[in-house]
């Protein structure tokens, strides 16, 4: 690796041509992996890719007037200083906000890259060039900035709220359904049958975090989103279990209340709180007519929690 001070003017053209390549060819992957989901964004991307692709000719032009046809080979990872990018092809499905940040860091720093090697350059044309460069990519980073806060069309707006509604909503109710529904046998099974609170708590604890765990990793295993543009499966699978413990505990702490009956009785009213917010989230985002989600979900959870009861009771 070569520190940046160390390079010749024929090398820092050849460096500049290289770079230029590359966040052409990145622009381009973010248009594509745009395209479906915000395609007003993927278009200012590809204006960008091209206005790149310019900067690139130019450069090779005043290259080849100055030291011929052959460009050597000279990388960013082969110069101390820059910036390490994460390929974009192991970051799908690409997030805009994401994006918009790697393309401002992108050409902020093609943009100190230009003002330093002007600086250096002793030819009054290479000078002239890499100045004009280091403005453009200033204005680059500014239209990168701006493309995040783009107004979505309609039709945008609701490809971004069933992205939501898959990578967030649905893993996040499968998660507190069963949180929610799943622990009530255990933990109310527990209370009736030793009528003690602390180890009805110790119950419902272990049931809510072992509920947890299994759900994140059946639901971070069940699809790597690459088909279902469902996301990213450990950050859905991660979702999928903090709700199924939320859920359990919801239920649970009640019992660290030393009275029995009381602790019951306040687990009961969160329940029916627990039941009523998942049946509104069924009815917000799944578009499950309200009555109709209520009675299923109040009626499992009912079924669960007689279970309970019958059991403990036994």
Known sequence: MRPFETLTEREILALAIALEEEDARIYDDFADGLKEDYPEQAKKFNELRREEDGHRHRLLELY???????????RRQDVRGFVQRRPVWLVRPLGLKAVQ?????????TKRFYEAAARRATDAGVRQLLGDLAEEERNHAQAAEQIAETKLSEEESARQK??????????????????????????????FATHNSWETFLVGLAASVGAGISMGFAEALSDDGSLTGRGHPWARGFVCGLMTSVGGL??????LISNVKTATSIAVAVVLVELGVISWVRHKFMDTPLASAAFQVMLGGLLVFLAGILIGSS
């Open 64 to 74: 080849k007037q100055r030291f011929g046809d052959h460009v050597p080979l000279i």
């Open 101 to 109: 940040k790697a393309a401002e860091t992108m050409e902020l720093e």
């Open 162 to 191: 069933r992205l939501f509604v898959l990578q967030v909503i649905q893993p996040g109710l499968a998660g507190l359904m069963d949180g929610s529904v799943s622990t009530l046998a255990p933990l109310f099974a527990a209370a």
């Open 250 to 255: 919801g239920h649970t702490l009640p019992y």
